[in-house]
């Protein structure tokens, strides 16, 4: 079976503009989160989605946004691109969302450079 | 604010030694504890989980030790091996909202 997959691999974006990464959860699996991993550093929570509905959101301003599709594939857009943003973003799937200790499967990840 | 605390940040090992990473938390609404480990360019993977009703769990030759009333919790590699250099990140969740709350990271380099 394929593991979570995560598009584009690397992208390289100037600050201002808008950027939009790609994941498609483990089949079977209805909850995405999204992680930012700045380097050297643990991963940031940043979105939670179940079943189409966002059901936790980390300390990110607005400029981050997330959708989850009816096919559970999940969609994460950062508007106004600082030079900040520059992370590892990571998406993890799971089965369901809530108890606790449902495993939490992570993707590669999305390089993403602001210059 | 930082909810959980990982260290050393860096440790160096010999082969066949032992490596041994500790986490503190801050919060008792956390109910899981699981470890991941990361391979440059990768994704983190699972390697082994705790629940706070068990002081340890043993799967091959990773052990995690959890301390419920200090609220600290460890991740022992007994016989370490040169694949094992990765970065390692203890991790605590509520079950409440299934959210990962990551520690630093320790980067273990074992030596042949």
């Known amino acids: 079976d394929a593991g979570v997959t995560q598009s584009p691999t690397h992208l390289i974006k100037t600050r201002g503009q808008h950027v939009t990464l790609r994941c498609s959860p483990i089949?079977?699996?209805?909850?995405v989160s999204w992680y930012q991993q700045v380097l050297g550093q643990g991963p940031q929570f940043i979105f939670q989605y179940y079943e189409k509905e966002e059901r936790g959101r980390g300390n990110f301003p607005d400029r981050f946004s997330a959708r989850q599709f009816p096919n559970y594939s999940s969609e994460l857009n950062v508007n106004a691109l600082l030079l900040g943003d520059s992370a590892l973003y990571l998406c993890?799937?799971?089965?369901?969302?809530?108890?606790?200790?449902?495993?939490?499967?992570f993707g590669p990840g999305t390089r993403l450079t602001v210059l | 604010q930082q909810q959980v605390k990982q260290s050393p940040q860096s440790l160096i090992v010999q082969k066949g030694g032992i490596s041994i990473i500790n986490c503190a938390y801050e919060?008792?609404?956390?109910?899981?504890f699981p470890w991941y480990q990361q391979f440059p360019g990768k994704g983190p993977a699972l390697l082994i989980a705790i629940r706070p009703d068990v002081s340890e769990k043993k799967e091959g030759r990773f052990t995690i030790s959890f301390n419920k009333s200090a609220k600290q919790f460890s991740l022992h590699i007994m016989d370490s091996q040169p694949g094992d250099s990765a970065t390692y990140f203890c991790?605590?969740?509520?079950?409440?909202?299934?959210?990962?709350?990551f520690g630093q990271g320790t980067t273990l380099q074992v030596k042949p």
């Open positions: 993890a799937s799971s089965l369901e969302v809530g108890s606790g200790t449902d495993t939490q499967y």
């Open positions: 919060n008792t609404a956390f109910d899981y």
């Open positions: 089949s079977g699996h209805k909850s």
């Open positions: 991790a605590v969740v509520s079950s409440n909202t299934g959210k990962l709350i």
